[in-house]
């Protein structure tokens, strides 16, 4: 089985632009996360879905970042006006239930760099 | 608020010689404690998970035993191998997500 997949792999922006990032969770899970992965903070929570569903967006910087998913093979994590610090590795993970005890399954990540 | 924390950001050992890498949690729910390992370039993995008291959970020669009287979740192993090398991430069951430490990087030497 594949695990999750997260296109692209790196993606380069200048200050202001916008960076959609992709994620394919595993077949079968039902609960969707973000993660934003730095040195300094470690691992953020940003959001979650449940079947499709957004339950938790409140690691989300509410300005410029947002979080879909349309159906239940991928998500979309968008930012618009992309700034310095916005660069991070973005990591999104599936689990089967979303209950929080169970299993993360983590993709590679989408290293952003804003310049 | 529910929080993670390791001291350590970066801990460097010779093959061979036992690690154990702190993790200490605040919560007011009863914990579910994980490691998850993410190697270079590699997606985070779970290591290991528990959420019974004064148990010892082993996975692949690390182990770690939580202990609420402490709030302590320290992972361990006794003999370090290069391939160790890695970060390693402590975090708390939230109810449907988790909260994740800062990180410790395990740099081992040949």
């Known amino acids: 089985n594949a695990g999750v997949i997260q296109t692209p792999r790196h993606k380069v922006t200048g200050k202001g632009q916008e960076a959609t990032l992709w994620c394919e969770p595993i077949s079968g899970h039902s609960a969707v996360f973000w993660y934003r992965q730095t040195i300094v903070q470690g691992l953020e929570f940003l959001t979650y879905?449940?079947?499709?569903?957004?339950?938790?967006d409140s690691g989300m910087p509410k300005e410029r970042f947002s979080a879909q998913m349309p159906n239940q093979s991928h998500s979309t994590l968008k930012i618009q006006s992309t700034q310095p610090q916005d660069s991070a590795v973005y990591l999104c993970?599936?689990?089967?239930?979303?209950?929080?005890?169970?299993?993360?399954?983590f993709g590679e990540g989408s290293k952003l760099t804003v310049l | 608020g529910d929080s993670v924390t390791q001291t350590e950001g970066l801990v460097t050992l010779t093959k061979g010689l036992p690690v154990m890498l702190n993790c200490t949690y605040q919560t007011t729910y009863s914990p579910f404690l994980f490691w998850y390992v993410q190697h270079l370039n590699e997606a985070p993995k779970l290591l290991l998970k528990s959420s019974t008291d004064n148990k010892r959970t082993e996975h692949q020669g690390f182990y770690a035993t939580l202990h609420k009287s402490s709030s302590s979740f320290h992972l361990q192993k006794s003999s370090v191998q290069l391939s160790d090398s890695a970060l390693y991430f402590c975090?708390?069951?939230?109810?449907?997500?988790?909260?994740f430490g800062t990180g410790t990087s395990l740099l081992v030497d040949p």
């Open positions: 879905f449940r079947n499709q569903a957004p339950i938790d």
């Open positions: 975090a708390l069951d939230m109810g449907y997500k988790l909260t």
């Open positions: 993970a599936s689990s089967l239930d979303g209950t929080g005890t169970g299993q993360l399954y």
